[in-house]
């Protein structure tokens, strides 16, 4: 029985197969198809955008699919939330739906955007957000452009996607408010996790992801420590757990072992060195199982 899987087309498809890739599994996408090919027998790949991708979970369709939060919430999809697949790097941050004014606009505050035209492509969120603040204005379905649109005085305000809002301040255009948060969900239907076999699929593959997506963050070190000066460096190490410890060959030394995040790296390292450690050896990894 083969598991259907849906695959984000656009801003999470790169981030999506580099996961997968890490977590064992090969996704290989033509240019031509929207049936991505790989060497799991099981597992059935098909390409959609991530807007649509809890649309075709709750329809039966997809078994399970990776999307954002924000287009669950805007399709009101009634599906299962298995996994979220957040890391510190930028390709799976954590982002924002923000409302966005030109920077010359007297729009200080949200409240004045009664009886103002906003665009955007997450209408249903916004809406309900706006009803929420007792706001009426008008909301309309942005195809994309959605900047150029409130640049150019077709619309009052707008409602976008941020990571860093960097781009909207190279648009010249200033944050007033965020309306919700979005981070990168493994999804699924009801019908398929009530059937054991694909439930079982289901949530391996949730194993494997989480596990991939925890390891893009850290590294592996390995080194060896004077005994003598062993508790000193421990109580020093930011280690995920406790580190490993072995015995060498040699008398007075011993091998630690650690993984710690990768930011952290280049601050140890020096003071590794300034107490004796010897032989550092820094080393990727492809998965953390918790």
Known sequence: MKLKIGIPKGSLQESTLNIFKKAGINIRISKRSYFPASDEEDLEFVLLRAQEMSKYVEE????????????????????????????????????????????DSDIQDVKQLEGKRI????????????EEKNIKAEVEFSWGATEVKVATGLVDAIVELTETGSSLKANKLKII???????TQLIANEDSLNEPEKKSK???????????VLAEAKVGLKMNVPENKLEEIISTLPALREPTISKLVHSGWVAVEIVIDEEEVKKIIPKLKKNGVEGIIEYSLSKIIP
């Not at 408010?177 to 981070?183: I, N, R």
């Open 177 to 183: 408010d965020t309306v919700c948060e979005s981070t």
């Open 60 to 103: 039966k369709v997809l078994d399970c699919g990776i999307t954002g939060n924000d287009w669950i919430l805007d399709n009101g999809s009634n599906v299962v939330k298995v996994a979220e697949l957040v890391y510190s790097k930028q390709s799976l941050n954590p982002v924002r739906w923000v409302v966005a004014v030109p920077q």
């Open 119 to 130: 665009a955007t492509e997450l209408v249903n969120v916004t809406k309900k957000y706006l």
């Open 202 to 212: 289901i949530e391996n593959l949730a194993v494997l992801l989480k596990g991939a």
